[in-house]
């Protein structure tokens, strides 16, 4: 989907006041390359969310997608899936995300069952799915919402239902600062300038919070999920699987 991508600018001029970041028509524009370059490991968890579905799911299964921003990991499972075997809801708050979604997935998956619907994970009505994906959604709740989305999600899973939960995490006490820096570098690799590296930084601070991947695994535990691993970390960014 890059190919459909502005090349993300939107910190590279000096800013009187650095506003909250919000998925406006601006990140839409330039969404798969400000996440490719932002997240490590963004490309290698969203392709393996369809080879995760070809290992779970049974013909006729529905699948939700939660804060499917463009759609990239609905995308992998068309992919690796044939338009008979699954149907999937991809829901998102923001409507410009929806509306672009809707567009990219109409034409890259044509003959899926797939519904991109606008709504807010915290209260839209979640049909019950044999797998959920929520990658780095939750960081953007407030983290006193966090234990009672997944909660909910558990509830919309079938028994044996699978939950991909991928996040932005904070380190361990004494990790901290390592994996930022580390992270501030993977972005400078890429060609963000520090000055976008701070001012992004800075629009972040507000709106997403990141839990540590020990929180994360103690919440799966106290929802009910009675298997949840971390199947991937790259610097502060990681993945779990978790099952009902
Ligand atoms: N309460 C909410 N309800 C629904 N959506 C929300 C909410 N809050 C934020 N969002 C949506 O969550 C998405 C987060 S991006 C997900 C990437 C995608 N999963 C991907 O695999 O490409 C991650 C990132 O940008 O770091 C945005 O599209 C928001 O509009
Ligand atoms: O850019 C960052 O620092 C991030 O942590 C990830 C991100 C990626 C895309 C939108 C918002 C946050």
């Known amino acids: 989907m890059t190919d459909v991508s502005r090349r993300d ?20 524009d330039c ?41 990239a990991s609905t995308l992998s499972i068309c992919q690796r899936l044939a338009p008979e075997a699954f149907t999937l809801q991809a829901i998102d708050l923001s409507q410009p995300m929806v509306e672009k979604a809707r567009a990219l997935l109409a034409q890259q998956a044509s003959e899926h069952r797939i519904e991109v619907l606008q709504g807010d994970i915290r209260n839209c009505p979640l049909a019950r799915a044999d797998m959920i994906m929520v990658n780095f959604t939750l ?33 361990e006490p004494g990790q901290e600062s390592l994996l930022i820096d580390l992270h501030h570098d993977f972005k400078r690799a ?38 949840h691993d971390t199947w991937f ?3 502060n960014f990681a993945s779990m699987l978790a099952f009902k």
């Open 139 to 171: 960081q953007f709740l407030d983290p006193s919402e966090r234990d009672q989305v997944i909660q909910r999600l558990y509830d919309a899973l079938t028994p044996g239902g699978v939950l991909l939960l991928s996040e932005k995490i904070l380190g």
């Open 233 to 235: 970390q790259y610097l």
């Open 31 to 71: 969404f798969p390359d400000m996440i490719r370059r932002s997240v490590p490991g963004y490309a290698q968890i969203t392709s393996m969310a369809g080879v995760i579905a070809a290992r779970y799911l049974s013909p006729g299964a529905h699948v939700l997608d939660l804060g499917c921003s463009l759609g």
């Open 9 to 28: 600018a939107i910190f590279s001029t000096p800013l009187d006041q650095v506003a909250d970041f919000s998925f406006d028509e601006r990140v839409v």
């Open 190 to 227: 890429n060609g963000y300038s520090d000055l976008e590296i701070s001012q992004k930084r800075t629009a972040l601070e507000e709106v997403m919070i990141p839990d540590r991947l020990s929180t994360h695994h103690e919440r799966l535990a106290r929802m009910g999920f009675t298997r």
